[in-house]
Nanobody, 115 residues
Framework: QVQLVESGGGLVQPGGSLLLSCVAS????????MSWYRQAPGKEREMVAQ???????GIATSVKGRFTISRDNAKNALFLQMNNLKSEDTAVYYC?????????WGQGTQVTVSS
């Protein structure tokens, strides 16, 4: 059974930082493209950042220069370092693992940026 478990969310003031983690089990982690998505209230889910096993990255314009995605294939872990957080970053953040044929999602972790 595949599981993706996110952690690290919480309440942070504007300008602050958070490190999100996603630990995967039940799959060959290195075979999967790993991504972070987020969904704010009343909005559609959007991709934040993506990272392949060979190091190719994609990152949303809205977070470029502030967020960094990384992975540790030995630990089946995906990370999102979020710096200089803004109120518009408030959302539920989801971890996604996918190949051409398969797709798995975590349950999400809430990030709230507020003073």
């Amino acid at each position: 059974q595949v599981q993706l478990v996110e952690s690290g969310g919480g309440l942070v003031q504007p300008g602050g930082s958070l490190l999100l983690s996603c630990v995967a089990s039940g799959l060959t982690f290195s075979n999967y493209v790993m991504s972070w998505y987020r969904q704010a209230p009343g909005k559609e889910r959007e991709m934040v950042a993506q990272l392949t096993s060979d190091g190719s990255t994609g990152i949303a314009t809205s977070v470029k220069g502030r967020f960094t995605i990384s992975r540790d294939n030995a630990k089946n872990a995906l990370f999102l370092q979020m710096n200089n957080l803004k109120s518009e970053d408030t959302a539920v953040y989801y971890c996604k693992a996918h190949t051409i044929k398969l797709e798995y999602w975590g349950q999400g972790t809430q990030v709230t940026v507020s003073s």
